[in-house]
């Protein structure tokens, strides 16, 4: 056996032949289950209106004086002697937001209205623990009755019923300076007492305090109905024997039982607030039975390179506590590595030992060079709920090694097959390169241009008789870097614009950084190329929210025309033809 809340919209067509059972007179009428009520209780106002289909009523002036806690309706219809009379009726469950005499002021449905009706809502403590029941019993027990200000403590609530019970509800208090959320499922089982057996039903609640001091937890109250033997032979149908119909079926219908109520005594707490407040040590009550902090790599292990982002996922564990008491956590760049906050994820866990509340940071992690890089230690404050001590979770610093770049020398010989492995992305991003910047057609054919002028030099050198042979010299441009450099540096670039056009941004950034390697690194970058480099990172690994002004295209027509101002004003490293006729 379990108890439930029981919401049920009914709908009757009742045919009575030659009773005398007057019809319903329009209007809509309004009566509560009970005209005395504890403060915190919940109760029923019933709203019936007769005569006037599809009416519904208005119950904004009930937020003033009582919280609506939900609604139920049903409809009736009868038919006697030829006259049909229909009613709609609405359940609505209130609870009181104050003591003393409150009226619930006149309800309009349609062009229907009802009279005011009044209530007085009393102590819990003045109200009986029981009415219309005997043999049921409610208690409520709280393990911590000094918990700290948001700590999560659990509270049972225990029913022993030796009484045959219909339907029952169990209607937990409500209170802004309180917190309550069931958790698990209801354990049945049975005890004896005084020697007769009864059936016992417990419900785990999470307690949470939400404000200091001393506050009391209102009674818990089991509503609902017993068997009522007088009931039994109210079925108008019991003698009239319809075939197919048995009279057993109608039983529930005209035997609603008899109603009870049973209440727990109330709890007194005393709310503890942060034994550290005030010390320093805090900037962030959290009151827990433990905490930790993990982080996990995705994939488990990864390689690091300069350039190129690695997920990794730091998450925080409170024991006895909830992901809204959780801290946000903030997450600084460090000596060679920026670090970006994509998404962050809470949620609760049940375990054996309490609920352990979760929050999930997922961060992308972007080396911006080789060489062993620090990720800082992270620490968050809590109070431990047992002791009260206050405490410091950690999460150690840890250190990576991220894959460099080659010298630019070595890296310019390479670029070409390590940039493009395939051809056709090649040609097709020089092809998008030529449609977007006209400006590297000219450089192009310079470069060109330059690369036979060296040829021609090499040519006429040949080594005389007796000469050792002299290795080839690459061929330079007018600021004297190689050529090769140069083509290298316009692929990179290239392929930064193709992907970028392809959504790839964090493909099209490695491009730059391997532009930005090949053109000698950040010492030789001036302001401009600077800015449109951490606008292009930005891009690839910051949340969606920062970086939708981002114009991802311009910024690469700036290091393209930045590209063009590189080696201007350098020395050259051959500034004159050498002798043809040494001495």
């Known amino acids: 056996m379990s108890f439930h809340r029981l919401k049920t919209t009914v709908s009757a ?45 208005d119950l904004t002036p009930l ?21 049909r009379s229909q009613s709609e009726s609405w359940i609505v469950s209130l609870s009181p937001k104050a003591k003393g005499t409150l009226e619930i002021p006149a309800i309009s449905a349609g062009g229907l209205s009802s009279a005011p009706v009044a209530i007085e809502v009393v102590d819990a403590g003045s109200m009986p623990k029981a009415t219309g029941a005997f043999g049921i019993g409610v208690s409520a027990t ?58 016992v039903i417990e419900r785990t609640y999470m307690l949470k305090a939400q404000q200091k001091g001393t506050i009391e937890i209102p009674p818990f109250v089991l509503r ?5 033997s007088s009931a039994q032979g109210r079925d108008p149908f019991a003698d009239m024997g319809f075939p197919g119909f048995p009279s057993a079926m109608f039983d529930d219908m005209f035997d609603s039982g008899k109603p009870f109520t049973v209440r727990s005594e109330p709890i007194k707490l005393t709310v503890r607030a942060d034994p550290n407040a005030g010390s320093g040590q805090h900037q962030w009550f959290l009151p827990a039975k433990n905490v930790q902090l993990v982080a996990k790599w995705s994939p488990e ?85 047992v002791s009260g001590e206050a405490k410091t979770a950690t999460l150690p610093s840890e250190v990576i090694k991220a894959e460099g770049t080659l010298p630019a020398a070595k890296q310019a ?60 010299v690459a061929a330079q441009t007018s600021s004297g870097e190689s050529s090769d450099t140069l083509s290298a540096r316009r692929k990179q670039l290239a392929l930064a614009v193709a992907k970028e056009k392809s959504g790839d941004l964090r493909g099209s950034y490695g491009c730059v950084l391997a532009w930005r390697r090949l053109a000698g690194g950040d010492p030789v970058m001036n302001d401009a190329a600077r800015e449109a480099i951490a606008a292009l990172e930005k891009a690839a690994f910051a949340p969606a929210a920062e970086t939708a002004e981002v114009q991802t295209r311009h910024w690469l027509d700036v290091l393209a025309r930045e590209d063009r101002k590189i080696g201007q004003g350098q020395s050259r490293t051959s500034s004159k033809l050498p002798s043809l006729y040494p001495a």
Do not use: C
């Open 142 to 199: 709280v393990k911590d009755s000094s918990p700290f200000l948001f700590q999560e403590t659990p509270l049972t609530v225990r029913v022993e019923t030796s009484a045959p019970i219909k339907s029952a509800e169990l209607v937990a208090p409500q209170s802004s300076a309180f917190e309550l959320a069931q958790r698990g499922e209801d354990r049945v089982s049975q005890a004896t007492r005084n020697g007769r057996t009864v059936n």
């Open 63 to 83: 937020q003033k004086d009582f919280e609506i806690l939900g609604t139920s309706q049903s409809s009736s219809l009868q038919i006697i002697n030829g006259r």
């Open 13 to 57: 067509a009742v045919l009575v032949m030659a009773l005398a059972v007057p019809a319903f007179a329009a209007g809509l009428s309004a009566h509560v289950n009970s005209g005395t009520v504890a403060e915190g209780d919940t109760f029923q106002l019933t709203l019936t209106a007769n005569g006037q289909p599809g009416a519904r009523p």
């Open 413 to 472: 010989a390479r670029a070409a097959p390590q940039a493009a492995p395939d051809s056709s992305v090649v040609s097709q991003a020089h092809e998008e390169a030529r449609e977007t910047w006209p400006l590297f057609a000219g450089l192009g054919a310079a470069a060109g241009l330059a690369a036979l002028g060296g040829a021609a030099l090499y040519v006429r050198r040949k080594p005389r008789l007796g000469e050792s042979p002299r290795k080839p």
């Open 301 to 385: 292990h990864p390689v690091f390179k300069e350039g190129q982002s690695v997920t990794r996922r730091v998450s925080l564990l409170a024991l006895g506590a909830s992901a809204a008491q959780l801290p946000d956590l903030s997450f600084e760049n460090t000596d060679g590595a920026r670090i970006y906050l994509d998404d962050t994820q809470t949620g609760d866990d049940q375990t054996a030992q309490g609920t352990v509340a979760r929050k999930d940071f997922l961060l992308s992690v972007v080396p911006t060079r080789g060489g062993e890089i620090t990720l800082p230690e992270i620490k968050v404050n809590w109070t431990d709920s």
């Open 224 to 228: 609902g109905s017993v068997e009522d």
